[in-house]
């Protein structure tokens, strides 16, 4: 019997996407469709809904940071008081318990917080997204483009002429109608 490996069967899977996506383009260019592309970090990094996302996530971040600072000043308080309690057993005692308890509570509100803070920051970004992704069909349609792809650092697409190249145009049509 055959065993194929993970990574042969992931190997195979990819070079069957890879012919059947030259395929479609393939036959798209032999029906003269109109074709273009934009650069997906030239995208993300320009558009004004990811800007503001961005913005809206500092607050947040900003917020939550002002809160862990004041959880650390009385952690740090306590921490002084307990040192010049040392004389003191009952209430070095105490102090430590407390010290003790801030830094827990520290704990569970950095976790909580960062946790919190990723899904705001997937919330923001997806939200922009949605809605660049909806500006795109409506551009294509406009424009009439019959396909327009995305270009990302992982190289989806190996080569392409400047001239497909529409990143600009969309990124100035979008940053507008924003």
Same mark, same amino acid.
């Given at each position: ?14 070079v069957i ?26 995208i ?5 809904g ?6 809206? &996530?500092? !607050? @947040?971040v ?8 004041? =959880? ?5 308080? /306590? *921490?002084?008081?307990?040192?010049k ?5 009952t209430?070095?005692?105490?102090l430590s318990?407390s ?11 950095q ?12 919330q ?10 909806? &500006?795109? !069909? @409506? ?9 327009? =792809?995305?270009a990302?650092?992982?190289? /989806? *697409?190996?080569f ?9 145009d ?9």
């Open positions: 019997m055959l065993k194929i490996t993970q990574q042969r069967a992931i190997s195979i899977l990819l996407t890879a012919v059947l996506s030259l395929l479609l383009i393939g036959s798209y260019f032999m029906n003269e469709k109109k074709i273009a592309y934009v650069d997906s970090m030239k993300y990094n320009g558009y004004v990811i800007k503001q996302a961005k913005i809206e &996530f500092e !607050k @947040e900003e917020f939550y940071k002002s809160r862990t600072d004041t =959880l650390t000043a009385r952690a740090k308080i /306590t *921490i002084l008081k307990l040192e309690a040392r004389d003191n057993k209430e070095y005692t105490k318990d010290v003790q308890f801030y830094k827990g509570q520290l704990n569970n509100y976790s909580s917080m960062n946790e919190s803070l990723k899904q705001k920051e997937s923001l970004t997806q939200k922009a997204m949605l809605k660049l992704n909806s &500006f795109l !069909k @409506e551009y294509g349609n406009s424009q009439g483009y019959d396909m327009i =792809l995305i990302n650092p992982s190289g /989806t *697409i190996a392409a002429k400047d001239s497909f190249d529409i990143t600009e969309v990124l100035k049509a979008a940053n507008e109608k924003f």
